[in-house]
């Protein structure tokens, strides 16, 4: 009987395909995690955009506001500027309704008249260069929600 030792050339090869595999199916899911993270924590904002918007709605209709073009109501001890029962887009609107820790999101104006921009603080670029905000464009007339648009192509 012969005493086999170590492994044959067809089998290294073998091991050596499955590995290669196994890596290329692997790592473009390592790298996409962080993409994922980008966008779940732009999907908690958004929500808690939406959940702001109501809360402010729904005490300005108990106070009787929502119908007026400009309002302003305290909430938690915010001074929080309303448009048609629903916050501003402007600086003193819908960002003094969120408790998202500033380090967090960037946030600005944005070009549309009575919108505000938000984006994940990990992006270097502005949120219209990155295309990866979310966008609160307050409520148009009585009646009408504020819109909240959700871009992530360029996450």
């Known amino acids: 009987m012969k005493n086999h030792q170590g492994f044959t050339l067809i089998e290294l090869v073998c091991v050596i395909t499955i590995l290669g595999i196994l890596a290329a199916v692997a790592i473009p899911r390592f790298f996409d995690f962080r993409r994922d993270a980008i966008i779940s924590t732009m999907h908690g904002l958004n929500g808690s955009l939406e959940s702001a918007a109501t809360m402010a709605h729904a005490k300005a ?5 929502e119908n007026q073009a400009e309002a302003t109501i305290t909430i938690d ?10 916050p501003a887009g402007t600086a003193a609107g819908i960002p003094r ?3 998202t820790p500033s380090e967090d999101w ?5 070009i549309y008249s009575g919108a505000w921009v938000y984006w994940q603080g990990v992006i270097e670029e502005d949120a219209g260069t990155a295309q990866c905000y979310i966008r ?3 409520a148009t007339a009585p009646g009408a929600r504020p ?3 959700f871009q992530d192509s360029g996450c």
Do not use: E
């Open 77 to 86: 001890g915010q001074s929080v500027a309303l448009v048609y029962g629903y």
């Open 136 to 138: 609160y464009r307050q």
């Open 106 to 110: 960037k946030q600005r104006a944005s």
């Open 147 to 149: 819109v909240i648009d």
């Open 97 to 99: 309704l969120l408790t």
């Open 61 to 65: 209709v108990v106070l009787g506001l």
